[in-house]
């Protein structure tokens, strides 16, 4: 059965960093394009960062570019997004979509 679980979120303060995590069961992260999407309150939700299947050559949404890294770990079979200098508009609830699927989602709160 195909899951992603997200982990990683939490409160931090404008400047500070967190370290996203999707896990992933029934497919292996690498033969996939996964992709990380937010959503903040009132809003419709975006595409954050991608990371292709077999090269994995990653693309980031131009407001998170120089800030956002993401990576897979093939051993682990699980998905990161490494978030530095968050701003308060990086605020929203973050989600990892590969093949149709979405895991749950997982809250980054930044303050200002």
């Known amino acids: 059965q195909l899951q992603l679980v997200e982990s990683g979120g939490g409160l931090v303060q404008t400047g500070g960093s967190l370290r996203l995590s999707c896990a992933a069961s029934?497919?292996?992260?690498?033969?996939?394009?996964m992709r990380w999407h937010r959503q903040a309150p009132g809003k419709e939700r975006e595409l954050v960062a991608f990371?292709?299947?077999?090269?994995?050559?990653?693309g980031y949404r131009d407001s998170v570019k120089g800030r956002f890294s993401i990576s897979r770990d093939n051993a682990k079979n699980t998905l990161y997004l490494q978030m530095n200098s968050l701003q308060p508009e990086d605020t929203a609830v973050y989600y990892c979509?590969?093949?149709?699927?979405w895991g749950q989602g997982t809250q980054v709160t930044v303050s200002s």
């Open positions: 979509n590969a093949m149709a699927r």
């Open positions: 029934g497919f292996t992260v690498n033969n996939v394009t």
């Open positions: 990371i292709t299947s077999a090269s994995g050559s990653p």
